[in-house]
């Protein structure tokens, strides 16, 4: 247990502590990062008074408070202010029934040594990662998969079947991992294992069912109420809270809300980027709105410049991912996480707001298709390009449009053409990809096809059919929030805020938040040509005119700029025909055309690019690295 506890000592650098069962063999162990009760008595594996049930565990319960008196009232007795004990005792009390009574984000282990069973949950929304390996009934879980190979119990192995999909969608959908053997707990799900035999269930799926009782301004009060609540609830701490602030209406709406409950100013941090890196990229002045915003509301503001230096500090941040995640953005998450925790310990971010409430840009086209047949049609698709196209040459010709944006915009509605004569649930799969079948085709090797066994989009299908009779809004948003946020977005965000031991928190992914959104109709979340239409109208009172104007702006980075640049001997030697023909698992010439391409303007293949780096950087500093030292550090 020593070598797994010591792989993950930065999700809890301030205790640690193992537990064994004297007859069972079942070994629970713990890192904290104390933000609640920070004595002694938070120490974990917590157990109850006569030592029968003990709980490990990673997360913030934020109904803590009522289930702690609930639980008074039916004769437990706690001894320490930990929201911890609430799982211990909330076992006892509800066995398997327990994750469904949490708002939280949570990932636990609880054991009753009286009747042999082990529960281990996943919160609902997957803001807490959970990974697991299950070898003739034997069964290891683990916040990070490195604890898994630090303990020896589990191999370091690429899983080449689940390729396609991480090419695909730069990220890999859960249950599956690109580590042979180790598989994710998806969100909103259990496992209870008992004398060997383990079975994996859903406790919670989110319900789409608007509620048409409620008129507009309802639906609104509701939203707002949900939201002050909701920060409330995540305010509460024994350590500084700070707040990730972009400038933009969801971070500023956190601010705003923060403003109200706190009297003392509240420290924000932020990223900038070099002007000559970000002349490619959406939004290179999004610091400045941010500033703006601390200014507005009297919060201390604090900002980070991101360089290409960051190049020296991709080994250490895909170790600290544990699977590859293609997305820049986890470099700005890990560089303003670790300037914060000098100040904080808990930062409360926007995650979640765009996937519930209609705010990317994917909802809209999807409601578009939908709503005009037409586009399903050669000529419709036509246009769709031809509109892509005048996007591209606009960006940075024409103002407010830079080049990042016009070659985004570029993008999706290439896709959206693509699959413009598409069943609308291929569509809706199909509108965040970065390879099509054919192209996927052209790139892996013959040897890597022989192990892929189901389609790259297999797993979003599966969620699609649950909500077919849906409308695209609601679909999209549904997937989204299932598969996106999840495996995307919350994955970056926890592992790069805990490798610097900063606990990140997601007011609007609060369960009460959700269920407001959940029984919203579609025209309240995309209204007209305005996106999140209900959250711009709850925060209205609260915020001034030049952020509610604002379109929405990426979390990216500059990788466009950086791989022609500072990252182009980086990209021929990890990805040179030599080292590809060696890997086998792509074809060396399909992966020289595309820097080629991309180098000389013929086509954007930056993500694409970013994700082979990504993957290449990744097998050498996880899968061929020491799994108990922190890589790159």
């Known amino acids: 247990m020593g070598p797994a506890l010591r792989a993950i000592e930065h999700r809890g650098p301030d205790d640690s502590g193992t537990y064994a069962s004297p007859s069972t063999g079942v070994v629970l162990g713990n890192r904290r990062l104390a933000i609640i009760d920070l004595s002694s008595a938070g120490h974990m594996p917590m157990g109850n ?95 990070e998969a490195k604890s898994l190979f630090a303990g ?43 004398n060997g035999i383990t079975q994996v269930r859903e406790y919670w799926d989110l319900r789409l069912e608007p509620d048409a009782a409620l008129r507009e301004h309802e639906h609104i009060e509701a939203l707002r109420d949900a ?22 209406l969801d971070s500023t709406g956190l601010l705003a809300l923060v403003a109200r409950e706190r009297t003392e100013p509240v420290d924000c941090f932020t990223i900038a980027f070099r002007a000559e890196d970000a002349v490619l990229e959406q939004c290179p002045d999004e610091h400045k709105y941010a500033r703006r915003a601390a200014e507005h509301f009297g919060a201390r503001y604090h900002e980070t410049i991101v360089a290409p230096h960051v190049a020296d500090l991709l080994p250490k941040l895909l170790w600290h991912l544990d699977e590859p995640i293609a997305d820049p953005a986890a470099i700005n998450t890990y560089l303003i996480s670790e300037a914060a925790r000098e100040l904080v310990t808990v930062l409360l971010t926007g995650q979640g707001a765009d996937e519930l409430f209609g705010g990317y840009r994917v909802h809209q086209l999807l409601q578009l298709a939908e709503r005009h047949p037409w586009l399903g049609s050669t000529a419709g698709a036509g ?28 993008r999706v ?14 569509r809706a799969a199909g509108m965040r990809t970065h390879y099509t079948p054919a192209a996927l085709d052209e790139l892996l090797s013959d040897d890597a096809k022989a192990h892929i066994t189901e389609g790259a989009n297999a797993r979003h299908l599966e969620r699609l059919a649950r909500v077919a009779s849906q409308g695209a809004v609601s679909q999209a948003s549904y997937l989204d929030t299932k598969m996106f946020l999840p495996e995307l977005n919350l994955a970056y965000c926890d592992k790069m805020s805990m490798a610097a031991s900063i606990e990140s928190r997601v ?97 954007d293949h930056a993500f694409r690019l970013w994700a082979l780096l990504t993957l290449e950087l990744w097998q050498r500093s996880v899968l061929e690295g020491d799994p108990g030292q922190r890589r790159g550090a």
Not at 383 to 388: E, Y
């Open 49 to 143: 008074e006569d030592g029968s049930v003990w709980v490990t565990y990673n997360g913030e319960i934020y109904n803590a408070p009522a289930l702690r008196a609930e639980l008074e009232a039916r004769g437990h007795a706690f001894a320490s202010n930990a929201d911890t004990e609430v799982l211990v005792h909330g076992f006892e009390e509800w066995g398997s029934e327990l994750p469904l009574r949490l708002n939280g984000m949570f990932a636990f282990g609880a054991w009753n040594e009286r009747t042999g069973e082990l529960l281990i949950a996943r919160d609902h929304l997957g803001i807490k990662p959970l990974y697991y390996r299950e070898d003739a009934g034997a069964l290891v879980f683990a916040s």
């Open 152 to 194: 020896g119990l589990a191999g370091q192995v690429l899983n080449v079947a689940a390729l396609p999909k991480y090419l695909t969608y730069l990220w890999t959908p859960a249950p599956e991992t690109l580590i042979e053997g180790v598989l994710k707990l998806p969100p909103g799900h259990l496992i209870e294992w008992r």
């Open 227 to 248: 939201l002050v609540d909701s920060v409330r609830r995540q305010l509460r701490s024994d350590v500084p809270v700070g707040l990730l602030l972009s400038g933009g």
């Open 383 to 410: 246009a769709l390009r031809a509109i892509g196209n005048a996007g591209a040459w606009a960006g940075g010709k024409v103002p407010g449009i830079s080049r990042g944006l016009g070659m985004g915009g570029q």
């Open 413 to 426: 509605l290439a896709e959206l053409a693509a699959l413009a004569e598409a069943d609308p649930a291929v």
């Open 507 to 603: 007011p609007y992914l609060d369960l009460e938040v959700v269920r407001v959104a959940a029984a919203m109709p579609s025209g309240l979340k995309i209204h007209g040509r305005t996106r999140k239409y209900a959250l711009r109208c709850a925060l209205d009172a609260d915020l001034p005119d030049w952020v509610l104007a604002r379109r929405k702006a990426g979390f990216g980075a500059p990788i466009r700029q950086w791989l022609k640049t500072d990252l182009a001997a980086m990209v021929d030697d990890l990805l040179s025909e030599e080292t590809v023909r060696r890997r086998g698992v792509f074809r060396p010439e399909a992966v020289t055309r595309m820097i080629q391409e991309d180098r000389s303007g013929v086509a």
